[in-house]
Nanobody
């Protein structure tokens, strides 16, 4: 049974930092590209960042580039998202997701391309 469990969300002031993590179980984590998505109330789920199975390549949305950093530890089966210079617009539920790397030649950035999802963790940035 595949499980992705996010942790680390919370409340932070504008300009602050927060790190969220995702622990995976029940899958060969090192074979999966991992992504972070977010969804704010009344909005569609949007891509935030992704990392290749090896950790060799990372991808970011324009809205977080330069502020967020995605990383992974294949030995611990975890993927993390370090968020700096947070803005109220970053307020959302953050989800991690996994996609088997063999399924496509490039890292996926669309929600429907991902096989497995966590339950999400709330990040709230106060102004």
């Amino acid at each position: 049974q595949v499980q992705l469990v996010e942790s680390g969300g919370g409340l932070v002031q504008t300009g602050g930092s927060l790190s969220v993590s995702c622990a995976a179980s029940g899958l060969a984590f090192w074979n999966y590209n991992m992504g972070w998505f977010r969804q704010a109330p009344g909005k569609e789920r949007e891509f935030v960042a992704a990392i290749q199975w090896s950790g060799g390549s990372t991808y970011y949305s324009d809205s977080v580039k330069g502020r967020f950093t995605i990383s992974r530890d294949n030995a611990k089966k975890t993927v993390s998202l370090q968020m700096n210079s947070l803005k109220p617009d970053d307020t959302a539920v953050y989800y991690c997701a996994g996609d088997r790397a063999v399924r496509r030649p490039v890292v996926a950035v669309l929600p429907w391309e991902y096989e497995y999802w966590g339950q999400g963790t709330q990040v709230t940035v106060s102004s």
